[in-house]
């Protein structure tokens, strides 16, 4: 079993920076694709990106230039950091892991999620 817990959401202006981190427990992650997800209020479930277990990075298009996913194998920790950001980015966001060899930007393919963080862009 995979424990997941988000931190580091919260309230920020537009253009400024947030980093959100997942703290993994009961498998390590270079045993995991570690993704994260984000769901804004009466919207479809969105991916962000994920690292894979053996350290493949993908973005969604749309933010991979603005977005940087990583990960401490020390801490086993995932990490969102997320600037330039702008009031479209307002959702929860969701951590999420599966067991290779899953690889892929569909919610479906995760076996464990982890609370949800909420982060607020104001304009």
């Known amino acids: 079993q995979v424990q997941l817990v988000e931190s580091g959401g919260g309230l920020v202006q537009a253009g400024g920076s947030l980093r959100l981190s997942c703290a993994a427990s009961?498998?390590?992650?270079?045993?995991?694709?570690m993704g994260w997800f984000r769901q804004a209020p009466e919207e479809e479930q969105e991916f962000v990106a994920y690292i894979s277990w053996n350290g493949i990075n993908t973005y969604a298009d749309s933010l991979k230039d603005r977005f940087t996913i990583s990960r401490d194998n020390a801490k086993n920790t995932v990490y969102l950091q997320m600037n330039s950001l702008k009031p479209e980015d307002t959702a929860v966001y969701y951590c999420?892991?599966?067991?290779?060899?899953?690889?892929?930007?569909?919610?479906?393919?995760?076996?464990?999620w982890g609370q949800g963080t909420q982060v607020t862009v104001s304009s």
């Open positions: 009961g498998r390590t992650l270079s045993s995991l694709t």
């Open positions: 999420a892991a599966a067991l290779p060899p899953t690889r892929s930007p569909r919610p479906e393919m995760y076996s464990y």
